[in-house]
């Protein structure tokens, strides 16, 4: 399930000293560039960081996550990620799209950012989530409750009368 992050820790992020390094927020170490920092706003208490360090021939990923379970981290060298932590990116003139991806003990998190702007002269609209997949779950596996529940049309939000319609753009 997406869950939204809080802007303001994400903007804590992006802040920096008067020396002009990053100011690494909690998760990532003093050593390190926080790239992106945020709270899962849902009532597990998840923070999520991705910090950089190193220089450029070895240049380090970290993603670190904290919550009431506990927490844990996925770390590796850039040129040697594929596997465990990737990265995509989508752009179009209406839309951007970043994906970031990682894995740990058979669990997949993935954090999204998407900068979407349907009116060129209007406000582009910023947005960021987090989605923790669980292990071993197949793609489109809950297609198989179409045959046992209705399918509401898409346009109608669920869990609502039906006289409440989502608008569509």
């Not at 170490?29 to 998840?46: I, K, M, N, P, R």
């Not at 590796?76 to 990265?87: D, F, P």
């Not at 003139?93 to 669990?107: F, V």
């Amino acid at each position: 399930m997406p869950l939204a992050f809080d802007f303001l820790a994400i903007l804590a992020a992006a802040s920096a000293s008067a020396s002009g390094k990053t100011v690494p927020p909690y998760l990532c170490d003093q050593s390190e560039t926080a790239v992106f920092f945020g709270h899962v706003e849902d009532d597990l208490g998840l923070d999520v960081a991705v910090c950089l360090s190193g220089d450029d021939e070895a240049k380090s990923v970290t993603v670190r996550w904290s919550g009431e379970g506990g927490g844990d981290s996925v770390s590796c060298l850039a040129a040697q990620c594929k596997g465990a932590i990737e990265y995509s990116r989508y752009t179009s003139p209406h839309q951007t799209i970043l994906q970031l991806a990682w894995t740990k003990d058979g669990h997949v998190q993935r954090l999204y950012q998407t900068l979407e702007r349907s009116d060129l002269s209007g406000e582009a609209v910023s947005k960021s989530s987090h989605v923790w997949e669980v292990a071993g779950a197949k793609p489109l596996a809950l297609i198989a409750i179409g045959d046992t529940l209705p399918e509401r049309p898409w346009h109608k939000p669920l869990l609502a009368r039906d006289d409440q319609e989502r608008s569509v753009p």
